[in-house]
């Protein structure tokens, strides 16, 4: 459960192991467990409190629903294409470049509808720079993959970055070739 996660990182110093995680103070600790038990709360507990149960599953299930769709998109498109779903390197860097695209760059509406996860390629490089900077490396990290010869995969918006991936998982649906069978 993911509002457990926050728990494991601070009693380890880390996410997931790997990522480190600043322990929090005492009191900045009890002021964010606070806002996950309002948070659970207010989403799972009061609805069916408050409404009949039809109103309160709505109420439980649509936020979650929406979010959950929307980091789906903004996840998929941005993995999920012919260029970057088998993409692999031994190398940390280059493989989180390779295994990315961004799209939109430089318009307000993809960065601000998906959080700054249009910028996918810096958001893996640098995971703890909050996404409001980003844009500010970006530049940097498409002159060295030029400098180095590592493909950085851009594509212009929604649009576009939508139907790479539509037409990925269009092609991955086609039944291969096989050898003595007819089609």
């Not at 990182?9 to 467990?33: E, Q």
């Not at 649509?62 to 998929?76: D, E, G, H, K, Y």
Request: a positive charge.
């Amino acid at each position: 459960m993911q509002v457990l996660s926050d728990v494991r990182a601070n009693l380890k110093g880390a996410y997931n192991n790997v990522v480190p995680y600043a322990k929090l103070d005492p009191a900045r600790l009890y002021a964010h467990f606070l806002g996950r038990i309002l948070y659970v709360f207010s989403l799972f507990v009061w609805p069916y409190l408050a409404f009949p149960f039809w109103k309160a599953l709505i109420w439980a299930v649509v936020p979650i629903a929406t979010f959950s769709w929307s980091f789906m998109l903004n996840s998929q498109i941005n993995h999920l294409t012919e260029n970057c779903a088998h993409a692999s390197s031994p190398h940390f860097l280059k493989h989180q470049v390779i295994t990315a695209q961004d799209f939109g760059e430089g318009r307000w509406w993809p960065t601000f509808f998906s959080g700054g996860l249009n910028m996918q390629v810096e958001h893996h490089m640098f995971p703890c720079v909050n996404h409001c900077h980003l844009k500010s490396l970006q530049p940097e990290v498409k002159a060295l993959c030029e400098k180095h010869d590592v493909p950085y995969y851009m594509v212009s918006g929604y649009r576009e970055a939508l139907r790479t991936h539509l037409k990925h998982t269009e092609e991955m649906g086609v039944r291969p070739f096989s050898v003595g069978h007819e089609h």
